[in-house]
């Protein structure tokens, strides 16, 4: 696991707290009952202030799954 | 703090059986991080507490503050942004900024201002009202540059400067200061347009921490420190007083020794609130005496009690200063210019607030005014502040009385002229009442504090009686020193709530209490909702007069064995009531 797994893992724990540690990397908008429209603009606003980005609203889209964020930010940001 | 450290604070589990808190975030817009924020806020300041925070509708603070019932919530957070007088004033409305639309902008803000206000009189009057004044900067509606203020930007800072003076005055309501908010939160750094624009949020996050953690202090609202204990030399004063005598030492701008004079003068302030002032200093006594004398002095010598002036240890002074006071050494702040006699007091008094005062440093030295304000600060100076001292200079009377004579305090108190005023009746504003009993510790039946809330809803319960003491004697006035709250139920007398300021101590006003409620209520028996608590020995040993032993949860005392044992009681008393209590 890299440290920017470490990171965005901290970062879905915290916007879901009831997500289990192992469910993190497969999280998605569908298997996560609270992933609602709230629970987005929230990980949008924790990964702007963890990793210093702006996230548009038509990137916010792409943002459904703990590995599309993660392909995201190495792809938009390059995050790696 | 950011919002990933608010989250995982909330994520943290709640101690079982914690209370809970409920505060009503009221704002026009979508709440969303700052709700976040203030309920984290919340959870550092208060961690033995089930924090809930609601919110109302979206674009409708008027309406939400209306529909808001106090029983519903301990505590109201009010944030109100500038398109809550006026959507035209926000972004997300496009109702026009045409030069001729200012004028209704103008008559629409002072109308809503009007509106709230009302609403909030009367929330404040059974709830605690926290208000966040709009915070972020106007759009560029009005027809000047932006580098020039438009008289309408005026009139509307005048409107809302207008409702914030009205709502001030209600005992509840408690505005956050814009000065602490711009120190902490730079106006151009505030504003989130995209988040406003997709989220209806307008806040940056850390803005809204900011917010938060303001409206978080305020709800919280911690009691303040209770006593100063200050050094002299280079301290209270520059220079060393048996070095350079009484006409030397300085606290003047002409011998740039102008900040120990800003210290004196903010000592002084506190003095006339009701703070304790005492000092302790190694120093030869009758040279301190002498220099008291001089007339420029701001922090005069009837401002402080007692004086610890000596060669021995600056903890011993402290330990007999804080004997006098009787208070804990939690509740007081000592501030010395040696680095070695602060660690001293510190190793001696963990828990109080020790200060190296940084007589060089300007810096330093006005963060410290503005520390020591923020540590001792308080909503309302009470009748009661203005005679503490006094009343205890006279409760030191008395030790020093019962110390040197030896003779018996039935002949003192016969002597003493004591008069005591009970106060019969249910006032959910009377402050004071509420202070005494989140504060004491020594007298105090159970330890048990109450929320401004809970407070209020108690008085409500028509079987709640409330019953004061106010107490003088030949020595000057204590002011309002006890409180008995109680209820009755089939006859039968329970007290819930009983405390005692300390500086009451030693005059019998307890043994009174406990009479003055056999005959009040023609009861047989009194029963305690007694709780032991690390600091209420005091109340312990009282009871233990009747029971024999230390008292247990639920004691009872009966009306026959009261008066068998109880001692002479001379006091005058009076009795005032004020409503139908109970």
């Known amino acids: ?80 | 703090m950011k919002l990933i450290d608010a989250l995982e604070l909330l994520k943290k589990p709640v101690p079982e059986n914690a209370p809970p808190l409920r505060v009503c975030l009221a704002c026009g817009f979508t709440p969303l991080h700052l709700q976040t924020f203030l309920a984290a806020q919340l959870r550092a300041f208060l961690p033995q507490h089930r924090v809930e925070i609601k919110t109302g509708l979206f674009g409708d603070l008027a309406g939400n503050l209306e529909r808001l019932s106090s029983s519903d919530v301990d505590a109201v957070a009010v944030v109100m942004e500038w398109q809550d007088l006026d959507p035209r004033l926000g972004i997300r409305s496009l109702g026009g900024w045409r030069a001729a639309d200012l004028p209704d902008i103008m008559e629409s803000a002072h109308q809503r201002t009007a509106q709230i206000v009302e609403t909030l009189k009367r929330l404040s009057l059974s709830i605690p009202v926290s208000f966040c004044p709009p915070t972020l900067p106007l759009p560029p509606l009005f027809t000047t540059r932006s580098q020039q203020v438009s008289a309408y930007e005026l009139h509307l800072r005048e409107i809302v400067a207008s409702f914030l003076a009205l709502i001030s005055r209600a005992p509840g309501v408690r505005i956050v200061n814009a000065q602490c908010l711009d120190e902490l939160s730079p106006l151009g750094e505030r504003f989130d347009m995209k988040s406003e624009v997709m989220a209806g949020f307008p806040y940056a996050l850390a803005h809204a921490s900011v917010i938060a953690e303001i409206l978080a202090t305020l709800i919280q609202n911690p009691p303040p420190k209770k006593g100063l204990i200050t050094d002299l030399d280079d301290t209270l004063w520059a220079g060393i007083l048996g070095e350079v005598g009484v006409e030397a030492v300085s606290w003047h701008l002409d011998q740039h020794t102008h900040l120990h004079g800003l210290y004196q003068q903010l000592l002084a302030s506190f003095a006339s609130a009701g703070i304790l002032i005492g000092v302790a200093s190694k120093n030869d006594p009758a040279l301190v005496e002498k220099a008291f004398t001089r007339k420029d002095l701001i922090l005069t010598h009837e401002s402080i009690f007692p004086f610890e002036i000596h060669w021995g240890r600056k903890s011993e002074s402290v330990q007999r200063i804080l004997e006098a006071w009787n208070v804990g050494s939690d509740a007081v702040v000592f501030i010395d210019d040696s680095p070695m006699e602060v660690a001293e007091v510190h190793a001696a008094f963990p828990e109080m607030e020790c200060i190296v005062f940084p007589k060089s440093d300007y810096l330093a030295f006005w963060k410290l005014l503005r520390r020591l304000r923020d540590l001792f600060g308080k909503i309302v100076v009470t009748e009661e502040d203005a005679i503490r001292l006094q009343s205890i200079r006279n409760a030191n009377v008395l030790r020093e009385y019962s110390r040197t004579t030896h003779g018996s305090l039935d002949d003192f108190l016969q002597n003493a002229e004591a008069k005591i005023l009970f106060t019969f009746g249910k006032r959910a504003s009377d402050a004071r009442a509420l202070e005494l009993i989140n504060k004491t510790n020594q007298f105090n039946l159970n330890g048990r504090r109450f929320s401004e809330s809970a407070w209020s809803s108690r008085l409500k319960n028509p079987e709640t009686f409330l019953v004061t003491a106010t107490y003088e004697d030949k020595f000057g006035p204590l002011g309002k020193i006890a409180v008995l709250l109680g209820r009755v139920e089939s006859k039968t007398l329970f007290v819930d709530a009983w405390v005692m300021s300390c500086r009451a101590f030693s005059r019998r006003i307890e043994h009174q209490c406990l009479k003055y409620l056999f005959e009040k209520f023609k009861t047989d028996e009194i029963v305690f909702d007694f709780e032991a608590t690390p600091r209420n020995s005091p109340l312990q040993e009282f009871f233990k007069q009747w029971l024999g032993d230390l008292p247990a949860h639920g004691f009872s005392i009966s009306k026959a064995s009261f008066f068998e044992k109880v001692p002479s009681i001379s006091h005058h008393v009076e009795e005032e009531v004020i409503d139908g209590n109970g």
């Open chain 1, 1 to 80: 696991m890299t440290e920017t797994d470490d990171r965005l893992i901290r970062c879905f724990s915290a916007v879901f707290p009831a997500l289990a540690a192992d469910g993190i990397r497969s999280a998605s908008v569908e298997s996560v009952e609270d992933w609602d429209s709230l629970a987005a603009l929230r990980l949008a606003a924790v990964l702007e202030e963890e990793y210093g980005i702006q996230i548009d609203l038509p990137d916010l889209q792409e943002l459904s799954s703990f590995e599309a964020v993660r392909h995201y930010l190495r792809k938009r940001w390059g995050v790696s």
